[in-house]
């Protein structure tokens, strides 16, 4: 849609930015913390770049207060961050750690008094070790009650001082690294284990956002999908299906549960095919249905371009008799199911290339205009509050000798995203805030601290903690007079 002007961004958009606690915080076994699965995954040989950990991270556990200041500088309107669920129950379950609420409190309390509107995550990747000791974590549908006694520890003792809550943080991203990929912990390769926890989470999801609503009826919370809008590689409708089968597969899988409570058929059925669809017990969709966002959380860093994978098309004379030795009817199955069953997708899509997009230094493709079609595309299906919970460029960025991050590049991502975002806007599109990733450098989980996001430069590396001092980039001083003219001023 073109249009001739564009809508002002709404009088109280949340200009935000954001964070997540194992990345910023340090103190990892400070005032009575507990380990959580990457305190210990880090510490092993060959897992991260350079070994690098977030045992002191950029020690926001101790300098909260001087980073609120550089926010409160800012005019920053709202700070995305998340609790490590070990700091608040030290075990996963039990006893409750009082020192670790308490600072979650003063953070809240920060933050507040100088107008930021916390937005506070409550599972940002860090489940407790004791957990995944005790019962393999995600696996057990007893961490579905344990999820919800953890929260409602936060709900009970934030539900004044905090509206906007999100539950789980890109629930797609951390099944499959750590069910498929073997990145993040507890890094098992077995796509059957990932769609049985993957429905674990769902459970988890919908009953803590059950008992926020009894708990904290004015507030709003949300999962943060990451989505990545998919596209056909070109017009040949072999290629519109396989765009089709790529957003219900790694979009909707998790959205429509979200948003509907239901799995979308045609992927679950195909899973079915394959022997890896989660088990449904009874009253698990019953509950998945009666827990409704109040607002959707959208990271977005790129989508994907995918056409048909070759394997779909009619097979050779020779092939065909070849696949009788497999299933005598079925040409369903191309190869064994087992084998199937690792990859999924190979019958819905393949990923290609898109030409269009120039990437990033770590190979991520660079696309403003994917923002206003996931937005716009969201909105079409689910017609839900939204908000941006991470947008942002991991870049190397140059700290000068005068102490300077000339940071040019950033600042273009960003103003190319938040342009798109206005169009999206000025579309229809219901969007309360916008969160870039991320406030101050931190520790990306694999990358070290050389892949850079923040709008306040780290004096920190790999080798050396240095002195951890806070620098203001370009970007910090683009950004602010963003918020001040309320996007007028790109
Ligand atoms: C998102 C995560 O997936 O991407 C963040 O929610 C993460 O925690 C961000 O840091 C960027 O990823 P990376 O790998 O570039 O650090």
């Known amino acids: 849609m073109y249009h001739k002007k564009l809508d002002d961004f709404p009088k109280d958009f949340l200009w935000g930015a954001a964070s997540a606690a194992y990345q910023i915080e340090g103190g990892y076994d400070a005032d009575g913390k507990g380990a959580s699965v990457w305190d210990n995954f880090t510490k092993i040989p060959g897992k991260t770049f350079e070994g690098t950990n977030g045992d002191v991270a950029v020690d926001h556990y101790n300098r909260y207060k001087e980073d609120v200041k550089l926010m409160a500088d800012m005019g920053l309107k709202a700070y995305r961050f998340s609790v490590s669920w070990s700091r608040i129950l030290p075990e996963g379950t039990g006893e409750i750690n009082e020192a670790g609420l308490l600072f979650y409190e003063n953070l809240i309390d920060e933050l507040n008094k100088n107008h930021i509107e916390p937005v506070l995550t409550l599972y940002h990747w860090d489940i407790p070790q004791a957990l995944q000791d005790k019962y393999n974590g995600w696996e057990s549908r007893q961490v579905i009650e344990d999820f919800d006694t953890y929260a409602r520890v936060l709900f009970e003792r934030f539900k004044d001082k905090v509206k906007y809550w999100v539950s789980f943080n890109e629930q797609n991203v951390f099944t499959a690294m750590g069910y498929r990929w073997e990145a993040h912990p507890p890094s098992i390769p077995d796509v059957k284990k990932m769609f049985e926890a993957n429905h674990i989470i769902n459970l988890a999801n919908a009953k803590a956002i059950n008992s926020f609503h009894e708990i904290v009826p004015d507030g709003m919370i949300g999962p943060s999908f990451g989505y990545g809008p998919m596209y056909a590689f070109d017009c040949d409708p072999e290629n519109v299906l396989a765009e089709l089968n790529g957003e219900e597969f790694q979009n909707h899988w998790w959205l429509d549960v979200y948003i509907h409570g239901k799995y ?21 969709l019953a509950l998945l249905q009666s827990a409704k966002p109040d607002f959707l959380g959208v990271n977005y860093y790129h989508g994907g371009t995918v056409r048909a994978n070759e394997i ?26 087992d084998e199937q069953a690792q990859s999924p997708e190979t019958m819905m899509f393949t990923n290609v290339n898109n030409p269009y997009l120039e990437k990033t230094a770590w190979g991520w493709e660079i696309d403003p205009v994917g923002i206003r079609i996931a937005l716009r595309r969201l909105q079409n299906r689910y017609d839900i509050p939204m908000m941006i919970t991470e947008n942002g460029l991991g870049a190397y960025d140059e700290l000068t000798d005068d102490k300077r991050v000339e940071d040019d590049y950033r600042i273009e991502y960003l103003k190319t995203h938040v342009e798109e975002i206005q169009k999206a806007i000025t579309d229809g599109v219901d969007l309360i805030g916008y969160c870039a990733w991320s406030f101050t450098d931190l520790l990306s989980w694999l990358n070290g601290y050389k892949k850079r996001y923040g709008f306040v430069y780290i004096d920190r590396d790999e080798y050396s903690e240095k002195n951890l001092e806070r620098i203001p980039k370009k970007s910090y001083y683009w950004y602010k007079k963003v918020i001040e003219t309320n996007g007028r001023e790109l």
């Open 312 to 337: 779909e098309r009619p097979m050779e004379k020779e092939e065909a008799d070849l696949e009788k030795s497999f299933e005598a009817t079925d040409p369903y199955l191309m190869k064994p199911k």
């Open 264 to 284: 979308p058929k045609v992927t679950f059925k195909h899973l079915d095919r394959l022997g890896i669809a989660p088990t449904i017990e009874e009253g698990d």
